[in-house]
């Protein structure tokens, strides 16, 4: 059975807080000029982009959101049993990497 990020159950506790920040991602943040409200944001009305199912410790998924005009992917993961989710990474997408909307990945 595939294991996919549980989407509802993710923006439930991020609703409250229940946020941990893995510390590549406060470091990539502030390397790129991130705000952690602006991920919250995305983690909160972002749009599945990917699934990535084979994730270790815990599957994770790929979310598209908005910083004004400009996209913010965010990689985050849910943990049902700690009722927790981690989030790994947060980036600018850039349209060598994705098609132009942000959400196909090109291939190279």
């Known amino acids: ?6 989407i509802l159950a993710l923006r439930s ?3 409250v ?5 893995q510390r590549h991602a406060l470091e990539r943040m502030a390397e790129r000029g991130i ?6 944001a995305t ?11 084979d994730a270790y410790p815990l599957p994770a998924v790929l979310l598209l959101g908005w910083r004004g005009k400009r996209p913010l ?16 990474t947060a ?13 196909i990945r090109r291939r190279t």
């Open 1 to 6: 059975m595939e294991r996919r990020v549980d």
């Open 73 to 88: 992917h965010v990689v985050a993961a849910y943990d049902d049993e700690a009722a927790t989710a981690y989030v790994t």
């Open 17 to 21: 807080g229940r946020i941990e920040w």
């Open 35 to 40: 705000a952690q409200a602006e991920v919250k």
């Open 91 to 103: 980036y600018e997408p850039t349209s060598e990497h994705f098609e132009p909307d942000f959400r």
């Open 43 to 53: 983690l909160l009305r972002g749009e599945r982009v990917e699934d990535y199912p």
């Open 13 to 15: 506790v991020v609703k």
